[in-house]
Every structure is written in C-alpha cells, then in structure tokens.
C-alpha cells in the first residue's frame, strides 16, 4: 500500500457519529485501468483542492486501496417514494468519502457514484456508464452557472471495467459534490427507527444545515419550514428555465435544497406543460407542469416523519404540520412571479401579474414556441416564432405588458430581462450528441459545450448553441435513469 496522499481534502466524518443504523462502512471495488475523463479546475480551485495532484493522479481514487487521506467511505441508507410506492433504498452505487471543509468552514460531502455495489444494491451492479456519468457532469455545471442551487461534479473518471446495460457500456464514476446527501427519504429511513433515533439525525441535520435554529423553541417545525421555503424557490427556479428534472422521488429531494440526481432531466425547448422526457414516468407523474404539486407532496411525506417530534398529541402535531404545509403554494407563488416578473421586464407588482404571464405562456404553448428564446428576445419580435409574433394576441399583450413599463424605466426593464433570462440552455439534441462523441473517445463537442454553458447569459460565437431541438426530435426524445 503507497502512502496516502490527500488532494489537498480536509475530510472530517461527521456522519460516523451518527447511530450505525444510518450507514455503512464500505470498500471501494478495484478497477482494471481507471483514468481522469473531465477534471473540473475551478470548482477544485473553489474547494482548495490540490489540482495537480488531482489532475495528475486523480483518477486512483476510484482504487479503493488508494483513498485520500482520512477518507472513511461509507454509504447511507436512506428510503424514499419512486413514483407513489415506498421503497428500502440506500447508496446502492454511490460511497460518501468523507465532508470536505474548507478554510472558510464549509463543509462539502464528496460522494463517489458508480464505485461498486454496496450493501444496498438490492441486486444493481453498483456501477455506472460513462454518458450518464458526463450527462450529469454537464447538466449540474449548466444549473450551477444558471445560478440554480445544485450538487456540482468535480470530476469523471473511466474504470477501464465494462458495464453491461441493453449493450456494453464503458463504465465511469462520477465525483459529486453536495452541501450533504441528506435527502426526504434519509428522513423516512429514521422514522422507521426508534424516536430517539429520529430525533438524534434531526438534531445533526438542524445542527449541520440550520444552525441558526440550534436554540429555537420549536425548532423541528422551523426546520420544516425552512425545508418548505427552500423547495419551493428552487422549484420556482427550476420552472423559470424550463428545467424538468424527471424523477422527483423523496430520495431525490435534498434537505439543503440542491437539484440533485440527474438521471433523466432534461431542458424543455418548445414550450408545452405537459412535458415529459423520461422514458420511465409512463403517466407524466413528474411532468414540468406537475414539479410544485410533487414538491408538495414530498414536502408532506417529510412533515409526516417528523410528527412524533412536533408533539406528542398527533393531532396536534397534524393539524401544525398541516398549517406549515399549507404555506408551500404562497411562498412558491411568490417566488415564481418574482422571477417571471423581471423574465418579462416589470419591476413592479400588480393583481394582474399572474393572469399576464399566464396569456404570454397560453401563446407560447399555441405555437409551440421555444421557453428559453420567447423570454429572451420578448422585445425583439423578428427574432420570435413568426406564427407567435404576427399574432394579434401577441400584439394586445405587449401592449398591455408595456403599460406597465414606465417610458423612463424602459432601458432598466431591459436589464432585468438580460439577467434574468438566459440565452444558452444544454440544447438536448446537443448533449446527446456531445455525448454519444464522448462515449467513442472524442470529447471535443462535450467540451464545447461545457464551454458555452458556462456563459448562459452571453452570446456563443457559434449560433448553434442557440437553436432548439427540433419538434421532431423532442418528439421522440426519451432520458433514461439509473444508468
Ligand atoms: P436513482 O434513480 O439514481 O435515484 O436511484 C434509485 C436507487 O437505485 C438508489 O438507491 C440507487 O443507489 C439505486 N441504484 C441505481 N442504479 C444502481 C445500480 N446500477 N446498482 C445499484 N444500485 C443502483
Ligand atoms: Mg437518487
């Protein structure tokens, strides 16, 4: 065994202090030959990591015999609602090595995905292939530089190790960072155990995440609230780019409030609510239209496990959780207009914001317009859908929109719209075919891409980047899960 080296990681483990009953120690499988595919400089740079030791010998952390120092890999186990139907879960393909902290103390968990079954594989391989490892690389860069609170990825590296999907995959392993992997369904596993354990996790979770309600008269319901308000502007975010994210099970809920797991997401380009790309949700359960409603009803199986610390008459506790529950609509409404306000250049609020964002969306899902270039180029209809933009409906809107938009305000109205929509979203027809590249070992279009992602908001040389999918493509455009 060589000695240690520490990619400049400052682990500590706090997690072990936990009863055992919420994870387990774990090895890490031996790969035959792994190898860095993406190294992500400046989030290593953000973290204090040592990057040429990453860069140079990263990949050896996929050997498990070859940890960063005072690594302790474990997986957590965790339970969680997949579509409806409570599941047993668990890391069955990720190891947490260990929360990294910075000098200015804060703490990240760095997870390793794809790293070999654990106990909780219920039967999987424990592995993972390389284009969804890279998709999720790509995609949580995009949200992160969208300004969306995301799980960001510092790297993926190849094993050298086939995986074996409907065809033979190369395999790869992503390394994710979170604020932590604590999710609604970790919560749902500790309701499952005795109360002292619930509230022992809860306390760690408060203590971690929700410092500031350490002292608080109340505090497991104030964490709830917090969870709440946190969920419901990430959600209202995420419906502001048109992001789908395609698989809103509890276990993929965070309690810090990331967009984590990104198995079958996807950005919808011609607007229509009912979107859905995932090949698995058959029903549309997790639709784009459907994200608050399911973030309420994950926020309720969440409320529901901390029942038993809210009083001891559950009644009571009830009808409290009830109360705070019912807050998600407001503080997401809020959130949402506030966005869609400055998305169509208006300061200002009014009674009639709601109804005016609804009509421009009504056109929008009419002639199937695409999301992220109607918001952008509102005030420069040559560059809107013809249909869309000839229309007299369009016409009376903007009309009315501008009422509201003061003559002396109007070069301000402009700015709030150029901040606040972006002009480059991962076109899917792009990201499949960056990754399709990359899996045969040309990584040239992902970093292309990677590249003008990262600038949202400007305008890439290459036009390309800007052009949606097209409807026949979106058509048959299907995102997978778990692979
Ligand atoms: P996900 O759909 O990625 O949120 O995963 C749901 C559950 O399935 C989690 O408990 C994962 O750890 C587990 N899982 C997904 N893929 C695999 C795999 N290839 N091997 C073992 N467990 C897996
Ligand atoms: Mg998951």
């Not at 919808?268 to 949700?281: A, G, R």
């Not at 409404?333 to 914001?353: A, E, F, P, V, Y």
């Not at 859908?385 to 109205?413: C, T, Y």
Request: charged share 20%; glycine share 6%; net charge negative.
């Amino acid at each position: 065994m060589t000695s240690p080296v520490s990619f400049g990681f400052n682990f500590i483990n706090s997690y072990l202090t936990l009863p055992k009953d919420f994870y387990t120690q774990q090895t890490i499988k031996q790969f035959r030959a792994p190898q860095n595919i993406i190294f992500n400089q400046e989030l290593a740079q953000a973290l204090e990591l040592n990057i040429s030791e990453l860069e140079q010998e990263g990949f050896i952390i996929a050997n498990g015999d070859k940890l960063p120092q005072n690594a302790q890999p474990i997986s957590q186990a965790y339970c969680g609602h997949q579509f409806g139907h409570f599941v047993k879960l668990g890391d069955g393909r990720a190891v947490l090595l260990g929360e990294h902290v910075t000098s200015q103390m804060s703490r990240f968990d760095i997870q390793l995905k794809g790293s070999g079954p654990t106990i909780y594989a219920r039967g999987g391989d424990g592995l993972a292939a390389m284009g969804p490892m890279l998709r999720e690389y790509l995609i949580s860069e995009a949200m992160y530089h969208l300004g969306i609170p995301t799980t960001r990825s510092l790297g993926v590296m190849s094993t050298g190790d086939p995986v074996f999907r409907e065809t033979t995959l190369p395999g790869a392993m992503l390394i994710r960072v979170a604020k932590s992997h604590i999710r609604v369904g970790t919560f749902e596993y500790a309701a499952t155990l005795e109360k002292s354990l619930l509230q022992n996790f809860s306390d760690y979770v408060i203590e971690r995440h929700f410092p500031e309600l350490i002292n608080e008269e109340n505090r497991y319901e104030k964490l709830l609230q917090a969870v709440i308000n946190n969920q419901a502007r990430l959600i209202a975010q995420w419906m502001c780019v048109g992001f789908i994210h395609g698989v809103m099970n509890t276990d993929n809920m965070s309690i810090p409030g990331e967009s984590i797991d990104y198995g079958p997401c996807a950005f919808m380009n011609h607007y229509h609510p009912n979107t859905v790309f995932s090949s698995i949700d058959r029903h549309g359960r997790y639709a784009y239209q459907n994200q608050p409603i399911i973030g309420q009803w994950n926020l309720t199986r969440f409320a529901e496990t901390l029942l038993p610390l809210f009083n001891d008459d559950i009644e009571v506790a009830k009808e409290k959780a009830l109360e705070l529950l019912d807050t998600f609509k407001h503080v997401y409404t809020q959130h949402w207009l506030q966005i869609m306000r400055h998305k169509i250049g208006i300061k200002t609020q009014s009674d009639d914001d709601l109804e005016l964002i609804e009509d421009l969306l009504k056109m929008m899902e009419t002639h199937q317009a695409d999301f992220t270039l109607t918001f952008r180029h509102l005030n420069q209809p040559e560059l809107l859908d013809p249909g869309m933009a000839s229309s007299e409906a369009f016409r009376q809107w903007v009309l009315k929109r501008n009422e509201r938009i003061p003559e002396h305000q109007q070069q301000h109205s402009q700015q709030l719209m150029d901040a606040a929509n972006p002009l480059v979203i991962p076109r899917n027809h792009l990201v499949e075919e960056s990754l399709e590249q990359a899996t045969q070992g040309n990584m040239n279009p992902f970093h292309d891409l990677l590249e003008v992602i990262k600038n949202p908001f400007s305008s890439p040389k290459d036009s390309r980047y800007l052009e949606p999918s097209s409807i026949e493509f979106e058509q048959t455009f299907k995102t997978f899960c778990g692979t």
